[in-house]
């Protein structure tokens, strides 16, 4: 896929796509919490959208971020201290203004580089995706990234500007650039190898450190990445040489005129290979841990996740919940309507988990017909009165009500209310203190579940008591 100036940046995916932190009360929580690829994270002040800026919430955090201000949360005269702040901890961040952009707080806010762009408070989701593409944010020299993120889908590379490439072989291992190199490199060839593997490693693009190296090795900035299909003209003093791996152009880099043509199209090479490199690292990342059915994520990532949950949450004195699900009858949809029926209400399923769930939870699909909810809240409640498993409960019963009212057209007329589950409930420390003793708890609640009828998730016993039942 290739994205032309003025289309929208791709949201729709899993995990990578955007980290949002929203600053202060508005009303794109709404849109946004239901597109699957964004994490969503709400705070109340400039200093806790920094902290969160800074804590991704695991690795597997979407490795774009951005950061929306109300003009209620942040003080006019404190805007350009918030924004270099944000930047100093993830030089990539974009940070908009949420209003019509002409008020007195985001007045000369633009022009002086402490925002990057506006959006309007009652945007729709796709209104927010302009926004992200539109914006530019403030040049920077940063060779590496500042986040250790892991993707779901595969992703636009991002340096400067926005690019995408096409999925490619693996490159041979050489390096064109090297004969053609500026006089004195500050670096060997080796330190350059590495950085670039340890951006890669760390599930970060790596384009940006491309780019960054390729700038102090010929000691110039006037070394820019150019997005496929970029129809604007050259900066003065510049020209425009295309980034090719085989047959699929990946964009395109804008040198300095001072560097010869042989020089120019080694650069270009050399990039080429990295890129595609990149990529395939990338789309082999996203194999290994996303449902390709259902968009959700995997068994893999599942028993990695949790255990790393559980990790923190030891060592933090928090709370965990596993939630078993399954969906119940799906042989017999599979049977009288077709796979592709049942296909279509296994994605179904996931979509409407992920419209309940917080945005710091993960929904994974573990087994033909079974998913787990791991709820979990790295920061501890934002409200002074939830309570954990009580809150979790309340999303678990949210899911069951927007279930029973889902039509589902591939079930004909027994759509909607055709469509029910089971499920199991455990929480960490109560029901258990490892990835194994919680599943145990929850799918001997799951059976327990299936034997007193369809629809029916039961809870605990968490910190003692009896299992409810919550069913309809």
Not at 112 to 128: C, H, K, L, N, S
Not at 149 to 176: C, M, N, V, W, Y
Not at 374 to 389: A, H, K, L, N
């Amino acid at each position: 896929m290739t994205l032309s100036p003025g289309q929208p940046e791709p949201l729709n995916g899993t995990a990578h796509g955007w980290r949002i932190v929203l600053v202060g009360q508005s009303g794109l929580d709404r849109p946004l919490r239901r597109e699957s690829d964004v994490e969503l994270v709400r705070v109340r002040n400039g200093l806790e959208a920094i902290g969160e800026l800074a804590h991704p919430i695991d690795g597997h955090s979407p490795l774009r971020s951005a950061v929306l201000l109300t003009p209620s949360a942040v003080d006019a005269d404190e805007l350009s201290a918030l924004a270099e702040a944000l930047r100093a901890v993830d030089p990539r961040v974009r940070v908009l203004g949420i209003g019509e952009g002409d008020g007195l707080w985001y007045r000369g806010a633009k022009e002086r580089g402490a925002i990057d762009g506006t959006v309007r408070a009652d945007a729709d989701a796709q209104e927010v995706r302009a926004a992200l593409h539109a914006a530019r944010p403030k040049p920077t020299t940063t060779s590496a990234p500042t986040q250790p993120i892991d993707s779901l889908e595969p992703a636009p590379l991002e340096a400067q500007e926005q690019a995408s490439t096409p999925a490619a072989p693996k490159p041979a291992p050489q390096r064109p650039v090297a004969a053609a190199r500026g006089p004195v490199p500050s670096q060997s060839d080796a330190d350059f190898d590495r950085r670039i593997l340890a951006a890669m490693l760390r599930n970060g693009p790596a384009a940006p450190v491309c780019l960054a190296i390729l700038r102090e090795h010929f000691g110039t900035g006037a070394i820019t990445w150019r997005p496929h299909g970029a129809n604007t003209p050259p900066t003065p003093g510049r020209r425009i040489v295309a980034v090719r791996y085989h047959d699929a152009q990946l964009g395109a880099v804008e040198v300095d005129d001072s560097i010869d043509d042989a020089i120019a199209h080694d650069i270009a090479q050399w990039l080429a290979h990295w890129l595609a490199l990149d990529e395939q690292q990338r789309q082999l990342r996203d194999a290994a841990f996303v449902d390709p059915l259902t968009g959700a994520w995997n068994r893999r990532f599942f028993e990695q996740h949790l255990d790393r949950v559980l990790a923190k949450a030891a060592s933090a004195r928090q709370h965990v919940t596993v939630l078993l699900l399954d969906v119940h009858d799906l042989k017999r949809f599979n049977d009288t309507y077709g796979h592709a029926a049942g296909d279509a209400v296994l994605r179904e399923t996931t979509r409407l988990l992920t419209s309940c769930v917080r945005t710091n939870d993960r929904v994974c699909r573990v087994g033909g017909d079974e998913f787990v909810v791991v709820f979990w809240e790295p920061m501890g409640p934002r409200s002074p009165g939830s309570q954990t498993p009580r809150s979790v409960q309340e999303l678990a019963r949210r899911f069951q009500e927007k279930l029973a009212s889902a039509a589902f057209p591939v079930l004909g007329h027994e759509a909607p209310g055709s469509l029910a589950v089971a499920g199991g409930m455990a929480t960490y420390p109560w029901d258990g203190h490892n990835r194994v003793e919680l599943m145990a708890h929850a799918d001997a609640l799951l059976r327990e579940s299936k034997r007193s009828g369809t629809n029916a998730i039961l809870f605990g016993p968490a910190g003692g008591g009896e299992p409810v039942k919550d069913g309809f």
